[in-house]
T-cell receptor, first 115, second 115 residues
Framework: KAGVTQTPRYLIKTRGQQVTLSCSPI?????VSWYQQTPGQGLQFLFE???????NKGNFPGRFSGRQFSNSRSEMNVSTLELGDSALYLC??????????????FGEGSRLTVL | AQSVTQLGSHVSVSEGALVLLRCNYS??????LFWYVQYPNQGLQLLLK??????LVKGINGFEAEFKKSETSFHLTKPSAHMSDAAEYFC?????????????FGKGTKLSVKP
């Protein structure tokens, strides 16, 4: 069974640009969550999507957005990039939102560098 | 609000020695607790999870953790460290039986293993 797939794995952007990251969850998983990981702040929750609807959102500015498609694939977008957006962006999927244990399955991440 | 505190951002042990990584949680309801491991340039992999079935939880790679409600702790242990255990370890808590895809993570503990 294929795991969570994130693309691209690495990318470099300049300030002011925008970026779109993609996540394909494990087959059958309907919930997709996004996390930002930085050395200073650690792992921070961005948002969660379930059945194409955003169910939860973390404390990030409106420049961070996402969506989920009918096949459960998800994208997140960051507009007007800032240096501080440089981070590893992790996507995680789970079987259903409200699953018994809430275990998340993570992808390998997309490492974004903003110059 | 839930929170997780991991004591010690860096822990160093010798190969063959006991590994003890500390995690304390704060939750107003019985929590679900998790330990994840992250190897360099990779996503997070679940080591083990506590879901109230048993207080002593055994995970992969010889790791185990004990849930102690009186101490609000969920420390991770391994009797004998191996070089391949060198990684960063994250403790996480989930409120509800059904996670909303939003795990609260600790800051992480980087484990080094000396030969």
């Amino acid at each position: 069974k294929a795991g969570v797939t994130q693309t691209p794995r690495y990318l470099i952007k300049t300030r002011g640009q925008q970026v779109t990251l993609s996540c394909s969850p494990i087959s059958g998983h309907r919930s997709v969550s996004w996390y930002q990981q930085t050395p200073g702040q650690g792992l921070q929750f961005l948002f969660e999507y379930f059945s194409e609807t955003q169910r939860n959102k973390g404390n990030f500015p409106g420049r961070f957005s996402g969506r989920q498609f009918s096949n459960s694939r998800s994208e997140m977008n960051v507009s007007t990039l800032e240096l501080g957006d440089s981070a590893l962006y992790l996507c995680a999927s789970s079987l259903v939102s409200g699953s018994d244990t809430g275990e998340l399955f993570f992808g390998e991440g997309s490492r974004l560098t903003v110059l | 609000a839930q929170s997780v505190t991991q004591l010690g951002s860096h822990v160093s042990v010798s190969e063959g020695a006991l590994v003890l990584l500390r995690c304390n949680y704060s939750s107003s309801v019985p929590p679900y607790l998790f330990w994840y491991v992250q190897y360099p340039n990779q996503g997070l992999q679940l080591l083990l999870k506590y879901t109230s079935a048993a207080t002593l939880v055994k995970g992969i790679n010889g790791f185990e953790a004990e849930f102690k409600k009186s101490e609000t702790s969920f420390h991770l242990t391994k009797p004998s460290a191996h070089m391949s255990d060198a990684a960063e370890y994250f403790c996480a808590v989930s409120d509800y039986g059904g996670s909303q895809g939003n795990l609260i993570f600790g800051k992480g503990t980087k484990l080094s293993v000396k030969p």
